[in-house]
């Protein structure tokens, strides 16, 4: 009986520390379940939260084009300059942008130009639907891929370029990429794209049809040679509609009044988003 009653215990003795073993193991393995289970839940409420205020869009696209970099791994610098020309183009001039997978620039960007300017990589189509955003309302923005400059201030802007693809580099500002601001970016198999001319917007605007846009004058400034219209889209400039400032010269101001009902064609001039014909 002693014999029976010592193996039981000694047998009970050795399986203790393999229960509690066991035990915490699986609260441990629990626990971890738990934290993956809320980190999950919270990355999918972030994924939520973002695709509601559209930012899961951008951070998509952010990833299309690649990642912030690391300014300790850069393999090379390339040296933008904004300028705006006597013919009222705004260009990005400087070195050509096809970069290999995977390749780490330092972009330095220098604003030579008058205005404010804005430097921004990304896809060409997150470009254009940003471009509109822009024309609504001016907005600032903080993110890696872009850099705000005043006139006569530089900055740089650090990325990897992750993917292969065709994309772009532009001012989104209204008016100032019609103005020509923006050039093709290529990285791997996409490289030869890059060395292709991108027609200037005022050539694409000469060539589609002219569409006269629909408007009502709201406030008329001859001295300053300004106009403010309420009008529909302007399809030329593909800006929506909206009630902003015009320039205009002594001709067309001369036959404005507040409070009249026109069709006009608005252009880019000089940098200034100007009306150049009437109806």
């Known amino acids: 009986m002693k014999n029976l009653l010592l193996t039981t215990a000694i047998t009970f003795t050795l399986a203790v520390p393999a229960y509690a073993g066991g035990t915490h193991a699986k609260k441990h393995n629990e626990g971890h379940a738990e934290i993956t289970t809320e980190e999950t839940s919270g990355h999918g409420d972030h994924g939520e939260m973002m695709a509601a205020d559209g930012h899961g869009d951008n951070h998509a696209a952010m990833m299309m084009i690649g990642v912030p970099g690391n300014a300790a791994k850069v393999d090379r610098t390339i040296n933008v300059t904004m300028v705006e020309t006597e013919d009222g183009k705004m260009l990005l001039e400087g070195d050509e942008m096809t970069f290999e997978k995977g390749e780490t ?89 890059a060395d292709m001319t991108m027609a200037p917007a005022d050539v694409q605007v000469a060539q589609a049809d002219v569409e006269f846009t629909k408007g009502t004058v709201t406030k008329v400034d001859a001295k300053g040679g300004k106009v403010t219209i309420d009008h529909g889209p302007l399809l030329n400039l593909d800006m ?37 014909q009437l109806k």
Request: contains cysteine; hydrophobic residues 40%.
């Open 105 to 193: 620039i330092r972009f330095v960007i220098e604003n030579k130009g008058e205005q404010e300017h804005e430097f921004v990589l990304d896809t060409v189509e997150r470009n254009a639907a940003h471009k509109i955003e822009m024309a609504k309302m001016m907005m600032e923005h903080d993110d890696p891929n872009r850099i705000t400059l005043d006139a006569g201030a530089s900055g740089e802007v650090i990325w990897t370029f992750s993917n292969d693809g065709a994309f772009e580099a532009a001012c989104l500002m209204p008016g100032h990429y019609e103005s020509g601001m923006f050039r093709a970016v290529a990285v791997g198999d996409h490289m030869t794209k």
């Open 240 to 276: 929506p509609g909206m009630k902003m400032v015009f320039r205009a010269d002594e001709e067309i101001i001369s036959k404005l009044s507040e409070g009249q009902n026109i069709e006009f064609v608005a252009e880019p001039v000089k940098g200034k988003l100007t009306v150049t």
